[in-house]
Nanobody, 124 residues
C-alpha cells in the first residue's frame, strides 16, 4: 500500500511559479514511477508529467513542456513538480500518482495509487 500526499498548491498570478510536492509512504518508493495529473472543473483528468523510478526518464504533455519540470528525491520519498510561466489555463486540482511498472506512463488507468490532490489557481 502506498499513500501519497500533495502540497504546495495555491493562488498565483499568470507568469508566476509554484512548486508542488508529493510525499509518499512505503519503503519501495524508489521502485515506482510517478506521475502528475490535473483536473479542471468540468473536464476529464489529464496527464501532466511522469518520471521513471530512477529519475532517468521524464515525459511531459505538450501543454506544459518547457514550463514544468518533474523531479524526484528517492531518499526523501518525494516527487516534485516545478511549474513556471503559469497560465490561467493551468488552473486545476493537481494529483500525484504512482505506478508499479516503474516506467513513464501517461494514462490514468496505468497508475495504481493516487493522492487527494492540491488546488492550483492562476489568475490573469
Amino acid at each position: 500500500q502506498v499513500q501519497l500526499v500533495e502540497s504546495g498548491g495555491g493562488l498565483v498570478q499568470a507568469g508566476g511559479s509554484l512548486r508542488l510536492s508529493c510525499a509518499a509512504s512505503g519503503r519501495t518508493f524508489s521502485s515506482y514511477a510517478m506521475g502528475w495529473f490535473r483536473q479542471a472543473p468540468g473536464k476529464e483528468r489529464e496527464f501532466v508529467a511522469a518520471i521513471s523510478w530512477s529519475g532517468g526518464s521524464t515525459y511531459y504533455s505538450d501543454s506544459v513542456k518547457g514550463r514544468f519540470t518533474i523531479s524526484r528525491d528517492n531518499a526523501k520519498n518525494t516527487v516534485y513538480l516545478q511549474m513556471n510561466s503559469l497560465k490561467p489555463e493551468d488552473t486545476a486540482v493537481y494529483y500525484c500518482a504512482a505506478n508499479l511498472w516503474g516506467t513513464v506512463r501517461a494514462g490514468t488507468g496505468e497508475y495504481d495509487y493516487w493522492g487527494q490532490g492540491t488546488q492550483v489557481t492562476v489568475s490573469s
